[in-house]
């Protein structure tokens, strides 16, 4: 049974703050339009991925059956180009990126062993079907290089996104879309290329088949960030609603941009930078997790280098309160599920992130809760937030605490030394507080 949370969400698809009814009660299907495998993905495009993360760990925490579904694009103007100049097939390129992302998601801690992954590849037949369904409604028509789909057609397109059709900027925006060739307004729902028997799709109307695919029509939630709404989000709204004469998602969440120094984060731009470039500087990977979750997901984000070093010194104070839990008791009176449950409302408020760490920063802010009771809630709430604040101290550790502790009761400070030169051996600072010694792993 789920618990009594009032679930609101902020649905792009009208722009309002919603309580959150899912289709089948108990259960929740997510969808997260997933990037293109052409080359390493930048921190900004970790951003999504990781308040998805969040999404998910928070409804499974709520007792809902959930079912998330992530797209890969392995097949783009962008993954022929890429295979182009290094001289190999698209294939290799996939493969290759593919690895690359799913070893970032690890390191940042993302529940990729629970995510369905699906990939474009494998769904060009159902494709097809929808595009040739779209033909013979008379939505969608063929052109020299492929088939279109006739905007006008579809009356209520633009509503989704917020847009007037008739405005410079939108016929602008549009035309400059990669697969708009036709016409300012409409797009390609499939392109006849040489290289490929038969064509290949356009980058639209992948999602639309692999979402309901796996999750049905209508389904739950449909994730992105906001750069997706228009057109990519528009256009998979146009073209499943009048395939199938129904919604395709009932709620819309759109993460901000990720900035750094002021500029919005991006490849075109040449300011990116990627997991890489952040363990070169030798901050954890976790670190930046951290970050990514500190700001509310529909606010603009600015990363700097001091909100990542800070971020180690956060992760490094809830790590310390987590270990003097699991070994010292102050006998307080510390209600454990009430701080959870403010720490879940926060959370079911719009996945407000920044309210729920501060419920956090509260409990670990006062010694007073340290013990078993603290040692709970930490383990509740790093279910949801990944940083891997609960791990337990080893047993082999905690009894070279104990022998140091009593050498150093006896004035046996020769034996003291020595365990606590072994302990830094094995990569373990030793701290001291009024409860007595503790060790916390280096990262």
């Known amino acids: 049974m789920t618990k009594n949370f009032n679930i609101k969400l902020f649905n792009t698809d009208g722009r309002r703050l919603e309580d959150f009814k899912p289709i089948h009660a108990g259960s929740v299907g997510m969808y997260s339009c997933g990037p293109t495998v052409y080359d390493r993905v930048h921190i900004g495009n970790l951003r999504f991925v990781v308040v998805n993360d ?226 070169k500087k030798d901050f954890s990977p976790l670190a930046l997790r951290y970050v990514l979750i500190s700001a509310h997901y529909r606010t603009l984000l600015d990363f700097t280098w001091e909100s990542i070093k800070g971020a180690e010194t956060i992760i490094g104070d809830m790590r310390r309160f987590y270990v003097k839990s699991e070994l010292f008791d102050s006998n307080s009176e510390f209600d454990a599920e009430a701080a959870y449950q403010k720490f879940m409302h926060a959370l079911a408020n719009d996945f407000n992130t920044p309210e729920a760490l501060a419920i956090v920063f509260e409990v670990i802010g006062n010694e007073a809760n340290i013990g078993p009771a603290g040692l709970i809630f930490m383990q509740q709430v790093d279910q949801i937030l990944g940083l891997n604040i609960a791990q337990s101290t080893p047993e082999e550790i905690v009894n070279l605490l104990k022998i140091m502790d009593e050498a150093r009761s006896k004035k046996d400070y020769t034996e003291s030394d020595r365990i606590r030169a072994k302990l830094n051996q094995l990569d373990y600072e030793i701290e001291n507080s009024a409860h007595g010694s503790y060790a916390i792993k280096r990262k």
């Open 54 to 279: 969040i999404f998910y760990r928070f409804f499974k925490a709520a007792a809902y059956n959930t079912h998330w579904v992530m797209n890969l694009t392995d097949i783009d103007d962008k993954m022929i180009a890429k295979a182009q100049a290094e001289n190999c097939s698209i294939t290799e390129i996939a493969r290759r990126y593919t690895k690359v992302l799913f070893d970032d998601l690890r390191a940042i801690n993302i529940s990729i062993d629970e995510i369905e992954i699906v990939k474009a590849t494998d769904h060009l037949k159902e494709m097809r079907d929808m595009v040739d369904l779209l033909v013979n409604k008379g939505i969608a028509y063929e052109a020299s290089d492929g088939i279109y789909f006739a905007v006008d057609k579809f009356k209520d397109y633009g509503k989704f996104a917020g847009i007037v059709m008739d405005s410079g900027k939108t016929q602008a925006r549009i035309a400059n879309d990669t697969y708009d060739k036709t016409s300012p307004q409409d797009f390609a729902l499939w392109k006849n290329d040489p290289d490929f028997e038969g064509g290949r799709p356009g980058w639209h109307i992948e999602c639309s088949v692999m979402s309901a695919k796996y999750l049905g029509q209508p389904f739950d939630i449909h994730t992105g960030g906001v750069d997706l709404i228009f057109p990519h989000h528009q256009n998979e709204v146009a073209q499943s609603e009048a395939a199938y004469n129904k919604k395709l998602a009932n709620y819309w969440l759109h993460n901000e941009f990720l900035m750094i120094e002021g500029e919005k984060m991006s490849k075109s731009l040449h300011n990116y930078l990627t997991l890489e470039d952040i363990v």
